[in-house]
């Protein structure tokens, strides 16, 4: 039995797998844990997965493997992965972010180890990429991306058949780099202006007063002013995806996280225009497409770790 964990921002999910195909059993989601001491997010893990086994009738000891798609970025301390992400890890930006803790880091691959006997941790976006090459829309694709519009903007890169990861485990994000002069919103990571202080779901809230599914619902039934606002989270996240075609010559990018996904139909033309034409030279082949495995993409990122 495999054990597949999918850690984000905004929610934790576990699941379980037999190693018989692609089916998972005893799914459990909850919100994410970012209170208490900061092994609290791996202890959440570890009890989950329990209760997953306790649902399906499954021996816990049976469970000997798991593959961890997690959010970023990564710190690597004594050789294992903890998480240093910015909408968990409230020690990063401070009080101003109103997140309930100070962690610098999450604990995560040490507290999994003395569990598990195989234990695989990746960016979730790193994941999410094998899932898509894998079983979803980028099958074939030797230069692609997987990248999500969700809590926070987080990308996973392949160049020449090989996935990109960097000396921590951290390529691919992108959600951290400046496309704008816009220095208005406080990014977690401490970062003021970059691309997920401005565009990300936990952003919009804050810069709008109201959260992406009620702008996006406006923009949608033709308020003029939450139609231009959307394009400029369109132009924001446009830029960043120009930058990813344009440095890595990318043949396609397919997109998921549940800010794009719920509004794919709106979002998609808008991202795509920002990319096509500019450049033909550079540009000229590529293309945005929707995540293949639609709203089960983490699922699938962390089952994509262990088979």
Not at 54 to 80: K, L
Not at 139 to 150: E, R
Request: glycine share 12%; hydrophobic share 45%.
């Amino acid at each position: 039995m495999k054990a597949c964990i999918d850690i984000g921002g905004t929610k934790v999910a576990v699941s379980l797998n037999s190693g018989a195909g692609l089916e998972l059993l005893g799914r459990r989601s909850e919100p994410t844990a970012k209170t208490g001491t900061n092994d609290a997010l791996a202890r959440q893990v570890l009890r989950m997965i329990d209760e997953a086994c306790a649902d399906t009738g499954i021996a816990p000891a049976t469970v000997e493997r798991a593959g961890v798609s997690s959010c970023g970025p990564f710190v690597i301390r004594d050789g294992m992965v903890e998480v240093a992400a910015p909408n968990i890890c409230g020690g990063m930006a401070g009080p101003a972010r109103g997140l309930p803790n100070d962690w610098e880091t999450a604990l995560l691959e040490a507290p999994l180890r003395t569990r598990f006997s195989q234990l695989r941790v990746e960016n979730d976006c790193v994941a999410a990429l094998e899932a898509e090459r894998r079983w979803g829309a980028l099958q074939g694709f030797d230069h692609c991306a997987y990248l999500t519009w969700s809590t926070g903007i987080g990308v996973g890169l392949c160049v020449d058949g090989r996935i990109l990861r960097g000396k921590n485990g951290n390529a691919g994000h992108a959600g951290h780099t400046f496309v704008s002069d816009n220095n208005e919103a406080l990014c977690g990571c401490g970062n003021v202006g970059d691309v997920e202080a401005l565009v990300a779901g936990n952003a919009v809230a804050r810069r709008f007063g109201a959260d992406a599914a009620t702008l996006l619902a406006r923009a949608k039934a033709g308020d003029p002013s939450a139609q231009v606002t959307v394009d400029e989270l369109c132009r924001v996240l446009g830029r960043a995806l120009y930058n990813l075609v344009a440095t890595l010559d990318l043949q396609r990018i397919s997109l998921g996280g549940s800010v794009f996904w719920n509004n794919r139909d709106y979002l998609l033309p808008r991202l795509s225009a920002q990319v096509a034409g500019k450049f033909p030279a550079l540009t000229a082949g590529s293309e945005l497409v929707g995540a293949g495995l639609e709203d089960r993409v983490g699922d699938y990122a962390a089952l994509a770790l262990v088979v």
